[in-house]
T-cell receptor
Framework: DTEVTQTPKHLVMGMTNKKSLKCEQHMGHRAMYWYKQKAKKPPELMFVYSYEKLSINESVPSRFSPECPNSSLLNLHLHALQPEDSALYLC????????????FGPGTRLTVT | SQQGEEDPQALSIQEGENATMNCSYKTSINNLQWYRQNSGRGLVHLIL?????REKHSGRLRVTLDTSKKSSSLLITASRAADTASYFCATVNTGGFKTIFGAGTRLFVKA
């Protein structure tokens, strides 16, 4: 199984809502990533988890809260988002810890109203 | 800021033609990767070239790396309509885990 799954596919939320994005992989990968991608732009790294521990936080606002409950799951908790946070949120995983050959999920299209 | 810059930003070619995309980066790297993204979907890893390699092939893909110029190119030969996608180069800073994607080239292959 070389698939990274993400749920939901689409999410519309108000600025006062709390929601979570979920990501799952069963490849035994040791590193997992969250990216944010705006339209016609490249993905921008948000967080990296290695061995279930947060290793990189790219100065992401605290309204985004990552969680790695176990080696297969990665969550991104959202609270009090702004309209400019609307984007495609991509999850990825890799066997190694050096960001090589990442497997990406299809993404969650988030709209903040 | 994004480390990798790519050109052209967009490229439109006929099926059967070759497509060449270029990427430049700023810092020392251990390797450089190329990814493809179909519209609004996840990225797919295409090929990795290490810093001590100058050229690498995979099927219809040919990647070159010039570390002295801090640049790489991706050549897709005999393009197909299914190659229509955005192509990104990606680097990881030496000794780190931070992946930085280039601005990307949007390729459109006309049937």
């Amino acid at each position: 199984d070389t698939e990274v799954t993400q749920t939901p596919k689409h999410l519309v939320m108000g600025m006062t809502n709390k929601k979570s994005l979920k990501c799952e992989q069963h490849m035994g990968h040791r590193a997992m990533y969250w990216y944010k991608q705006k339209a016609k732009k490249p993905p921008e790294l948000m967080f990296v988890y290695s061995y279930e521990k947060l290793s990189i936080n790219e100065s992401v606002p605290s309204r985004f809260s990552p969680e790695c409950p176990n080696s297969s799951l990665l969550n991104l908790h959202l609270h009090a988002l702004q309209p400019e946070d609307s984007a495609l949120y991509l999850c990825a995983s890799s066997q190694g810890l050096a960001g090589v050959e990442q497997y990406f999920g299809p993404g969650t299209r988030l709209t903040v109203t | 800021s994004q480390q990798g810059e790519e050109d052209p930003q967009a490229l439109s070619i006929q099926e059967g033609e070759n497509a060449t995309m270029n990427c430049s980066y700023k810092t020392s790297i251990n390797n450089l990767q190329w990814y493809r993204q179909n519209s609004g979907r996840g990225l797919v890893h295409l090929i990795l070239i290490r810093s001590n390699e100058r050229e690498k092939h995979s099927g219809r893909l040919r990647v070159t790396l010039d570390t002295s110029k801090k640049s790489s190119s991706l050549l897709i030969t005999a393009s197909r309509a299914a190659d229509t996608a955005s192509y990104f180069c990606a680097t990881v800073n030496t000794g780190g885990f931070k992946t930085i994607f280039g601005a990307g080239t949007r390729l459109f292959v006309k049937a």
